[in-house]
């Protein structure tokens, strides 16, 4: 055994994957629940992902549970997504559920992967793509690059949607904000920004707030409610399947109208 060989293999890798996902059918940036189950669905479709995940582990705030109990809760709604991932899951009442935060990210990322989602983790996503008043990609940079503020320029990545599911910061949103102008197709124009907790209220409207919000830029999970104003919900996490869920359906009925059939 040779430590070349080991060099070699980790890069020689690692960029044929890399070099394979710089023409994407939808780039997802943030692997928290909502965004890896936006890409499950659509690799499931069989379409083109990747996923851009800042730090180094995917699944955002999830792994956390409740303020580091890691435990997450579940509606009985998302039950035939849990099913379908094999995750276990513990009734408490007629509605709520309880299911192990730790499970739920590894079952979710392990079933996308497998599929064909690539997920980079440790690369941030620092800029955006645009010709003619559309989204085309986006620009990204490796973490460190950014956290140690060292000027090195980034690379760019084609790809025909993008998906904000940044989580509370919405980060991309607001790059379209600063950059574009007060152009997202919200009441304002502009990012509302979350409101205070109301758990039933946001994971009513986290669905409805899940939407394309510029041309070939879509937003879900709790970016879509710190866009349009809705409120936090706490560490209750059906609303986020759901939103990364129907994003993922909006975004499959698009590039079926493109030709983009699989
Ligand atoms: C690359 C980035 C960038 C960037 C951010 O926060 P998340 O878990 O997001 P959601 O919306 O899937 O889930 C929200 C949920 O975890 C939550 O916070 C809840 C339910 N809160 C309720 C409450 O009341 O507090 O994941 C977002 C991911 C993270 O992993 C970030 O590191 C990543 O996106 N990210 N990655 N480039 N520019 N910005």
């Not at 060989?5 to 629940?33: C, H, M, R």
């Not at 359906?249 to 590039?255: R, S, T, V």
Request: proline share 2%.
């Amino acid at each position: 055994m040779d430590e070349m060989d080991i060099s070699k293999i980790i890069i020689e890798d690692f960029t044929k994957n890399f070099l394979d996902s710089l023409n994407l059918d939808v780039a997802v940036i943030g692997a928290g629940p909502s965004g890896m189950m936006c890409a499950y669905r659509l690799v499931q479709s069989g379409f083109k992902v990747a996923v851009f995940e800042r730090h180094l582990r995917a699944g955002g705030g999830m792994p956390g549970g409740g303020m580091m109990f890691n435990t997450i809760v579940i509606q009985k709604d998302v039950l035939n997504i849990f099913e379908e991932l094999g995750i276990s899951v513990r009734k408490y009442n007629e509605q709520l559920y309880a299911a192990g935060s730790i499970e739920t990210v590894s079952a979710l990322c392990y079933k996308a992967v497998r599929l064909g989602a690539k997920i980079f983790n440790l690369m941030s996503v620092e800029d955006i793509v645009v010709r003619e008043n559309k989204i085309c990609g986006v620009v990204i940079n490796w973490s460190s690059v950014v956290w140690s503020k060292l000027h090195v320029d980034p690379l760019a990545v084609k790809s025909e949607f993008i998906v904000d599911a940044t989580g509370h910061d919405a980060e991309i949103c607001r790059i379209v904000e600063r950059k574009i102008g007060q152009k997202l197709i919200t009441p304002t124009g502009s990012v509302a920004g979350e409101k205070s907790m109301w758990a039933e209220e946001g994971e009513k409207q986290i669905v409805d707030n899940t939407k394309e919000v510029y041309p070939g830029l879509f937003v879900c999970g709790m970016a879509a409610n710190a866009i349009f104003g809705s409120p936090r919900m706490g560490a209750i996490f059906g609303g986020m399947f759901l939103s990364g869920e129907k994003a993922a359906y909006i975004i499959k009925k698009k590039l079926e109208k493109r030709g983009k059939n699989v």
